[in-house]
Nanobody
Framework: VQLQASGGGLVQAGGSLRLSCAAS????????MGWFRQAPGAEREFVAA???????????DYADSVKGRFTISRDNAKNTVYLEMNSLKPEDTAVYYC???????????????????WGQGTLVTVSS
């Protein structure tokens, strides 16, 4: 599976951006897709994830730092996941990475090792 992330850019504090992550190749109908971010000098951290299966439907999970401001959503027909980011803060500045695993992961917060495929990062810069 190949992942292509896009949508990063420069935005003022309080503004919004929408990131997209398109999956191609041998994608499965069951999956977990997530967004992580990595600020300069920091560890990569979990941001949000969406899980989907035919029998369980969809479920979303968020890091506490973005809950209420970010929304992850999916378009299965396009094999694309979106991250709508509102009320952006300077501390949201980071390279954002999308990731995918062909399973319905358990739990609600994830680590990088939980995901099999990764896209290239897209830079989000929030100015104060």
């Amino acid at each position: 599976v190949q992942l292509q992330a896009s949508g990063g850019g420069l935005v003022q504090a309080g503004g919004s951006l929408r990131l997209s992550c398109a999956a191609s190749g041998r994608t499965s109908s069951t999956y977990t897709m997530g967004w992580f971010r990595q600020a300069p000098g920091a560890e990569r951290e979990f941001v949000a994830a969406i899980r989907w299966s035919g029998w369980s439907g969809g479920r979303t999970d968020y890091a506490d730092s973005v809950k209420g401001r970010f929304t992850i959503s999916r378009d299965n027909a396009k094999n694309t996941v979106y991250l709508e980011m509102n009320s952006l803060k300077p501390e949201d500045t980071a390279v954002y990475y999308c990731a995918r695993d062909p399973t319905y992961l358990s739990g609600s917060h994830y680590s990088s090792g939980d995901f099999r495929s990764w896209g290239q990062g897209t830079l989000v810069t929030v100015s104060s």
